[in-house]
Every structure is written in C-alpha cells, then in structure tokens.
C-alpha cells in the first residue's frame, strides 16, 4: 500500500468518532424538536424511545466507530479482495418479501441517506475518487474502489449498531436524523483532505466506470 493511501485511511479512522460525535450531537437537536405533546402517540413513543437510545448507545458507539471503519479498510485493501455484487442501492423483490416493513424501511433510509450525502459531498468525493484512481495506477475512475466512499461509513454505522444491538425502530429514526449531518461532516472532511493530501480533483483527466466522470 502506497504511503499517501495509507495516510488517508489513517486520516479517516482517526476523524471517524468526531464525526459521528457531531453528527448524534446534531441528531438529538433534531429528534428533540420533533417530540410534540399533542402528536400522535406511537410515532411520539418512537421519537421519545429514539432520544432515550441516543443518550444510551451513542458514546458507545461513536467509540466502536473508528474501529468498524478500520475493519472495513482492511477488507477493502485485503489482497484479492472483490467487491460485493450488491450495492447499498440495489434491492430486488425477492429481498423486499423477506423483510419486515421496519427492516424495508431501515434499507430505505439507509438509500435516502447515500443519496442526499452524494448529493452535498459529491464534488469533493469525485475528487478523491480520482485520486485513489490515481494511487492504484488505473486507467479509469470507479468509484467502488475509493475505501473511504460514503456507502463505506453508512455499513460501518449499520455494523455497530447492530453490535450494540440498537432497536430497529430506532435505527430507522436515527437515520432519517443522522443523514443530514452526516452530509455535511463528510463533505468537510472530504474538503479537508483534499487540502491536506493535494489532491487536485482532477477527475476529468479520467473516464469514470459507467460514464464520464463529473
């Protein structure tokens, strides 16, 4: 491995518990504003169950988050590693007919939050795609390859709120929460590095994996 990608992974592990730090931090705020005495009386329970876990799991698990991450790096860089077939956006009828409705709907937030952080961070992340592009000396740009992509840190998420064994409810409530702020502390962190590391964002100088790239 290359020093300069070791060096971002290294970068990204080290930020990822501030990240999800600010992030809840921002989500309680909103949860909070969203609990109204005169609402309806199961989405209130839910919204007030959702508060009670934020102060209950979240130091937890913002500190099991740099390590889910790292993990998640190590797969990404193991030798002869493949990438999954399916992506966080893929989801067939055959998958749909054996969930429940709150694991289809926690699938779907889960899409909803990739959607809107590649819309805010989506500059930034192109060029840090490049340049991981770039670092493995390919002649194309693909975005699966770039091991700090935000579907990365959303399976991370899902992986220790799993081990913490968040309720499922919960975890739905959190991501329609959690999405906003998780957008911005990417992008920012995402600016941050291409500052940092020099990365031009040169993206044009590249032809991306199904299109041009942006």
């Given at each position: 491995?290359?020093?300069a990608y ?7 592990v080290?930020g990822a518990?501030a990240?999800l730090?600010?992030?809840?931090a921002k ?7 969203d609990?109204?005495p005169?609402?309806?009386t199961?989405a209130?329970?839910t919204?007030?169950l959702?508060l009670?876990?934020i102060d ?15 993990d998640?790096?190590?797969?990404h ?7 999954a077939g ?5 989801l067939?009828i055959?998958q749909l ?11 779907i ?6 959607q809107?952080?590649?819309v805010?961070?989506?500059d930034?992340?192109?060029?840090l ?5 770039a670092?493995?000396g390919m002649?194309?740009?693909d975005p699966a ?6 579907d990365?840190?959303l399976?991370a ?7 913490f064994?968040?309720p499922?409810v919960v975890?739905?409530l959190w991501?329609?929460?959690?999405s906003g702020?998780l957008?911005t502390?990417?992008n ?5 590095w291409r500052?940092?590391?020099h990365i031009s ?7 991306s994996v199904?299109?041009?790239a942006?």
């Amino acid at each position: 491995m290359q020093p300069a990608y070791a060096a971002l992974l290294t970068a990204a592990v080290s930020g990822a518990e501030a990240l999800l730090t600010a992030a809840f931090a921002k989500a309680l705020v909103s949860v909070r504003s969203d609990i109204q005495p005169e609402g309806d009386t199961t989405a209130q329970q839910t919204l007030a169950l959702a508060l009670q876990c934020i102060d209950r799991f979240a130091p937890q698990l913002c500190t099991a988050y740099p390590i889910a991450l790292r993990d998640a790096h190590q797969q990404h860089t193991k030798s002869g590693f493949q990438l999954a077939g399916v992506s966080l956006t893929d989801l067939n009828i055959e998958q749909l007919e054996l969930m429940d409705p709150t694991q289809v709907q926690e699938r779907i937030e889960r899409v909803r939050a990739l959607q809107h952080i590649l819309v805010v961070a989506g500059d930034n992340l192109a060029a840090l795609d490049a340049h991981f592009a770039a670092l493995e000396g390919m002649e194309q740009v693909d975005p699966a390859r770039n091991p700090l992509r935000p579907d990365v840190y959303l399976s991370a998420l899902q992986s220790v709120m799993t081990r913490f064994k968040v309720p499922r409810v919960v975890r739905v409530l959190w991501l329609q929460h959690l999405s906003g702020p998780l957008a911005t502390g990417l992008n920012s962190a995402y600016a941050q590095w291409r500052k940092n590391f020099h990365i031009s964002g040169a993206s044009s100088a590249y032809q991306s994996v199904g299109g041009a790239a942006g």
